[in-house]
């Protein structure tokens, strides 16, 4: 097998913007992995606040020598050997995971959740997120969500209940609520996720931060609300260490290094009773195809981090109204744009 790859940039359509910090777009590194003349493609996505960058995921590509490996039928070892190469680099281990796995199932012509047996008759609605914003330019996003039935909106400003108020004014629909760790307080944050509730929000993620371990599980025991893992639980080990302090997780493809991992975070996380949220960051539509192949699987999704970027190289799944409609493209489900 051949590895390439190339750093890309990611312009966003708006400036994101987050309790503590803002960016107007995203280093990624597009992967190829060619055999026999098929190429699969991957992705590592690798927001600022990740640790990971060109350099850290450059590196760790150098020091790969997939050409040991003929072809993708041990899949497993080839993960044991890219996860055991360095620990971290996530992001970089999950862009190798896609497109080992895109390779894999287009060797076989199929599309890969076929290969998975995952049923894909459930209908996909994903969110479509909402940064922190003013008056006007909350407006004007809310406008561009169309169709979406579900609003993805951050927290974690003084301003948290005035802007949901001004989102009232603007429509009803159900929100997701991330608060990326930006409340300190536990009472606090039970007397907001009360309030939230009456605002026809379904879900808060990440409300406090991801050390406060008692803090959270007091939270979770007492909320009107699902409470949702992100930045507290990024990899299998840590669902497994975890679990009991939320009562759901959002699993993203960054996080986890890739398709393989994510799969079994999502039969852990059902076996333990605990609700599924499929996430993703700023990302093309090769990452987003890859993670929607689980859908299906999942309760929430949150799959809009292709929807949000200006210069996408790739082609994925269609989205009409706020619904993903998977392709049975053979692989992941991308095209190369021409
Ligand atoms: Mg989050």
């Given at each position: 097998m051949k590895l390439k790859y190339y750093n890309y940039s990611l312009e966003l359509k708006h400036t994101f913007r987050l309790a503590n910090y803002s960016r107007n777009s995203t280093p990624v590194v597009l992967i190829e992995i060619e055999q026999d003349g098929i190429t699969g493609y991957g992705e590592a996505s690798m927001p600022q606040y990740l640790g990971e960058d060109y350099n850290s995921a450059n590196s760790f590509l150098e020091k790969?020598?997939?050409?040991?490996?003929?072809?993708?039928?041990a899949l497993e070892e080839i993960f044991n050997y890219i996860n055991g190469a360095?620990?971290?680099n996530n992001a970089v281990k999950a862009g190798l995971d896609i497109a080992l796995h895109d390779l894999y199932a287009k060797r076989k012509n199929k599309p890969l959740r076929e290969i998975w047996n995952i049923d894909s008759a459930k209908k996909l609605e994903t969110s479509y997120t909402i940064g922190i914003s003013n008056r006007d330019e909350l407006k004007l996003k809310i406008d561009e969500a169309g169709e979406f039935k579900f609003l993805k909106i951050k927290l974690g400003s003084p301003d948290d209940k005035n802007l949901i108020r001004s989102i009232r004014e603007l429509t009803d629909k159900p929100l997701f609520v991330?608060?990326?760790?930006?409340?300190?307080?536990r009472h606090f944050a039970l007397e907001m996720i009360s309030w939230l509730a009456g605002e026809n929000v379904i879900l808060v993620e990440q409300?406090?931060?991801?050390?406060k371990i008692e803090d959270l599980f007091w939270l979770k025991e007492k909320s009107p609300l699902p409470i949702v893992a992100d930045e507290g639980i990024k990899r299998l080990d840590d669902l497994i260490k975890?679990?009991?302090?939320?009562?759901a997780v959002n699993i993203k493809l960054m996080k986890s290094a890739g398709l393989n991992e994510a799969r079994k975070m999502i039969e852990f996380a059902s076996g333990a009773g605990l609700k599924i949220m499929l996430g993703c960051m700023t990302e093309t539509s090769c990452g987003i195809a890859a993670a929607a192949q689980l859908?299906?699987?999942?309760?929430?999704?949150?799959?809009d981090g292709n929807l949000?970027?200006?210069?996408?190289p790739f082609i994925g799944h269609e989205v009409l109204n706020g619904e993903i409609f998977l392709n049975?493209?053979?692989?992941i489900g991308i095209t190369k744009r021409k």
């Open positions: 790969l020598n997939l050409s040991q490996f003929s072809n993708t039928d360095a620990e971290g991330d608060v990326n760790q930006g409340w300190t307080d409300p406090l931060a991801a050390d975890f679990k009991n302090i939320y009562s859908a299906p699987l999942c309760d929430w999704l949150d799959l949000l970027i200006a210069n996408d049975n493209l053979p692989g």
